[in-house]
């Protein structure tokens, strides 16, 4: 099958290939044929070796699809059912999930370490376990979430990371409340998602904050009452709240020096929710006067902060209803063989999320 495949740590260019095959299927396991995927910041960040991830590898995680065949022992699921994706399933029987914190279980980490696919040159790794710029792929019966049949997979594709993170992060981890200001601090796919969560929530006042002009137009676009260039940061917290600072601040890119602005655009007593995920060697600093004195809530959100399968469904729901838009998310469709194309409007910030056929 074809599928696109990063041959080294720090390359810029993907190479479309059309001798890899899946391994690994067998008990416990299922087959997707895959008809969408979501090019994420992540993937990014795993191309550069920001985010740890062994090579050669097939980035994506962010997938839809249909299963064509299940292993021994799988219930629940059948060939021809329509999934997404889950790159971090849960086990249900871990510290972590008993205690409803299904999003933190290490479970699905266990997989990261082993290939799941193969060339007649070696072994090749899927990206977070999954791998979703392939044609099909192999993964755990727990990675596949039925979808209902109304819901497009371009746009289940996207609810598989993106967007139940930044939605997530605003009605799970900072947990909005109506009447409030909010700032979102990187305005791609995750932080428009951030946007219409605190939108959803009531809040009265919200900030986009973003260098590139494009992306702050989507944002008002997408709920944001006002849109600045990062300069502008501090006019806007002095107009808005007159200089007290924001009740929510979110900060997506994942660079300490963002969130130390996140931090200082916070109120006293308010919440900095980091949705970003940074480098292990990006060191934030905070002194522990302030941290007393301001009281600020520091709240780091991975993968929208609550139980996954409760929230991909809470978002589907929040979709039927309008009010969230998720179609109007995917502003570039390209194929496989275009890949290469859609990684550089992620690099440029041109698209807000990209979809691609496969």
């Excluded at 696109?4 to 260019?13: P, T």
């Excluded at 299927?25 to 191309?47: E, N, Q, W, Y």
């Excluded at 990206?127 to 596949?144: I, L, N």
């Excluded at 979808?147 to 746009?155: N, Q, V």
Aim: net charge negative; charged share 20%.
């Amino acid at each position: 099958m074809r599928a696109a495949l990063l041959q080294e740590i720090g390359q810029d260019k993907l190479e479309v290939v059309d001798d890899i095959e899946t391994v690994g299927f067998g008990p416990g396991k299922v087959r997707i044929r895959l008809r969408a995927t979501g090019l994420c910041h992540s993937d990014l960040s795993a191309m550069s070796g920001v985010l740890p991830q062994p090579a050669p590898f097939v980035p994506g995680h962010e997938g839809a699809g249909e299963i064509t065949e299940t292993g021994e022992g799988v219930t629940g699921l059948k060939a021809g059912d329509r999934v997404l994706v889950c790159w971090l399933p849960a086990c249900g029987a871990c510290p972590a999930c008993r205690r409803g914190q299904s999003h933190l279980c290490l479970a699905g980490f266990m997989n990261a370490g082993t290939p799941n696919f193969r060339r007649p040159a070696g072994d090749v790794f899927g990206f977070a376990g999954t791998g979703t710029f392939a044609e099909e792929v192999v993964v755990s019966a727990s990675c596949a979430v039925p979808i209902p049949d109304d819901l497009p997979y371009e746009i289940a594709a996207l609810i598989g990371c993106g967007v139940t993170t930044g939605i997530g992060a605003a009605l799970n981890t900072a947990r909005v409340t109506p009447g409030s200001s909010v700032a979102v601090i990187g305005c791609g796919g995750v932080g428009i998602s951030v946007i219409q969560g605190a939108r959803a929530s009531g809040a009265s006042e919200i900030i986009a904050v973003d260098p590139v002009e494009s992306r702050r137009d989507a944002a008002l676009r997408f709920g944001a009452t006002d849109a600045v260039a990062p300069e502008e940061l501090a006019d806007a917290k002095a107009r808005i709240t007159g200089g007290e600072g924001f009740d929510y601040v979110f900060e997506v890119v994942g660079r300490s020096a963002t969130a130390r602005t996140a931090y200082e655009n916070t109120r006293r007593g308010g919440t900095l929710c980091v949705v970003g995920a940074g480098a292990m060697d990006d060191l934030l600093q905070i002194n522990m006067f302030e941290l007393f004195f301001d009281e600020k809530r520091i709240l780091p959100s991975l993968y929208g902060g609550g139980d996954v399968l409760r929230s991909y469904d809470r978002v589907i729901r929040l979709w039927r209803a309008g009010r969230v838009d998720l179609e109007g998310l995917i502003t570039h469709r390209v194929r496989l063989d275009q890949i290469n194309e859609a990684v550089g409007q992620m690099r440029s910030g041109e698209a807000l999320r990209t979809c691609i056929a496969v």
